[in-house]
């Protein structure tokens, strides 16, 4: 839900475009690393990654989080 609120129209543009993102999420809500699934194969974005830590984080974790979206 969290995720979904804050970053959904970044997210949305993305998917319309590849078939799934990776967001891997550090103990301190900051987001470490963002990928695209492209042909099969998983992609670094960095972009997407940067754009996702400009905006405001309320997500703290004892463990580091991997999320994955799919179309």
Same mark, same amino acid.
């Given at each position: 839900?969290?995720?979904?609120?804050?970053?959904?129209?970044?997210?949305?543009?993305?998917?319309?475009?590849?078939?799934?993102?990776?967001?891997?999420?550090?103990?301190?809500?900051?987001?470490?690393?963002?990928?695209?699934?492209?042909?099969? !194969?998983?992609? $670094?974005?960095? +972009? =997407?990654?940067? #754009? %996702?830590? *400009?905006?405001?984080? !309320?997500?703290? $974790?004892?463990? +580091? =989080?991997?999320? #994955? %979206?799919? *179309?």
């Amino acid at each position: 839900m969290w995720l979904e609120n804050s970053y959904s129209a970044i997210l949305n543009m993305y998917l319309q475009k590849y078939h799934q993102l990776k967001i891997h999420i550090g103990r301190d809500g900051k987001i470490t690393k963002t990928e695209k699934e492209e042909n099969g !194969n998983w992609l $670094s974005d960095r +972009n =997407l990654r940067k #754009i %996702l830590n *400009q905006l405001p984080s !309320n997500i703290s $974790s004892s463990k +580091n =989080l991997i999320i #994955i %979206l799919k *179309q």
